[in-house]
């Protein structure tokens, strides 16, 4: 996927021009109130995910975005026209060779219009986002906005029910964050599933190595025992009785191999050939086995749900008065009871959006654009929240405006001035 190299902006604010080169990792963009920041930010997620209203309500009269992956680079060019024969202006995008027209008009205004031409209007920004996505995949991280992807009816029965942007954001999310857990525990329960059957497998008949170890002479009694514990809990195997029966296998093996080294070490024949329990050094051998195909087992899982451990690592990081898990797929929140998501604080809400959002991207590279991230962020969390992101999906292009100090200052040599970007 390619990531934005730089825009440029003609008719922002009706007459000026903006223009900006963007890094390929983190861009903070800074600048006092009433520069633009915010009119910039909109216009940029507005043709990157061809938000109808959002290119409606900020006006310009041409944007050309530069795409690229490091080595091959798309060009994006968005024009507004407005004719006399149309009551509604009229985008017109490039995309590479291809030219694509959208009609503009607002919530408000669409519903003056016939449902066929609303219609229309849909898929005709259906086909555009079709083929912007091929290109280019976009989080906006502006929780107080609610984004164009958002069909307007479902907006107008939340709003009537007075449900938060911020509320909607985050219930959307973790329905997907629910989804997300859930294929990563069937894809887990697959590799359970083939622990089982290698399992089975391993104590069919194969052809000795011939330059695999013998015996052993030496056997770690304590650390055999854990292992074969945590072997048998994989397979979901365990109890009394199991502990029991390992342990009396342990104790077997550790008498035959300890036997085995008095032999090989005897010269007087006092310890002999027979003395040798060679079945329980037979079962060490296919024990070894399940061990270490658990082990590889255990390592895939591991490996498998290594985003969710950082995410929840990294929310106790930010939240230590509280516990975050996962139960039956679900996220829970434990303080000294179970707490609903929607009771937490607006900036508990704020990070959990921001990290799941960021979690959801699967490190794969996405564009996330920020307008003013830090609202209701706690000063501390100011100061980490990018760096934070950027553990999660360390593929992600961020770029963020803000006002937060702290923000900017842990980021000096991503700077870009709105001063510089707008001019004449």
Excluded: C
Aim: aromatic fraction near 8%; charged fraction near 25%.
């Amino acid at each position: 996927m390619f990531k934005v190299e730089s825009i440029h902006i003609d008719g922002f604010w009706g007459e000026y021009q903006a223009s900006s080169d963007f890094r390929a990792d983190v861009n903070i963009i800074i600048g006092k109130n009433g520069t633009g920041k915010t009119t910039f930010m909109n216009i940029m997620h507005a043709v990157l995910s061809v938000d109808v209203e959002g290119l409606f309500e900020n006006y310009f009269k041409s944007v050309s975005i530069t795409l690229s992956d490091g080595k091959r680079q798309r060009k994006i060019n968005a024009n507004r026209m407005e004719f006399e024969s149309t009551p509604f202006p009229i985008i017109e995008y490039k995309i590479s060779n291809k030219k694509f027209a959208i009609p503009l008009f607002g919530i408000d205004e669409s519903r003056s219009f016939a449902p066929s031409m609303r219609r229309r209007a849909a898929e005709d920004a259906a086909q555009i986002k079709a083929e912007l996505s091929k290109m280019v995949s976009l989080a906006s991280l502006s929780v107080y906005r609610l984004g164009g992807d958002i069909d307007p009816e479902i907006r107008d029965r939340n709003q009537r029910r007075h449900l938060s942007p911020v509320d909607q954001r985050l219930g959307n999310l973790t329905q997907r964050l629910t989804q997300y857990q859930l294929e990563l525990s069937n894809e887990a329960r697959t590799i359970s599933s083939d622990l089982q059957r290698d399992v089975l497998t391993s104590l069919l008949y194969t052809k000795t190595d011939p330059q695999a170890a013998g015996y052993p002479l030496k056997f770690g009694a304590n650390l055999e025992k854990q292992k074969l514990l945590s072997a048998y809990s994989q397979l979901g195997v365990s109890g009394v009785a199991i502990t029991r029966k390992i342990q009396e296998h342990i104790i077997a093996i550790a008498k035959a191999a300890e036997n085995l080294r008095k032999y090989t070490a005897s010269k007087d024949g006092k310890i002999r050939a027979s003395d040798i329990d060679f079945g329980a050094l037979d079962a060490f051998e296919r024990t070894q086995r399940v061990v270490q195909l658990s082990l590889d087992s255990e390592t895939k899982i591991n490996k498998l749900f290594s985003q969710i451990t950082l995410f929840i690592n990294t929310l106790q990081q930010f939240i230590p008065d509280k516990e975050f898990k996962f139960e039956s797929g679900a996220l829970i929140v434990h303080g000294k009871e179970t707490i609903a998501l929607a009771k937490l604080s607006s900036g508990e809400k704020q990070l959990l959006i921001l990290f799941i959002e960021a979690l959801l991207q699967r490190r794969k590279p996405f564009i996330f654009l920020a307008d003013e991230p830090e609202l209701s962020l706690h000063i501390s969390w100011q100061r980490n929240i990018v760096s934070a992101i950027k553990s999660i999906n360390p593929e992600a292009q961020i770029i963020v405006a803000t006002h937060s100090p702290e923000i900017a200052g842990k980021f000096r040599n991503e700077i870009l001035d709105m001063e510089n970007i707008r001019h004449v």
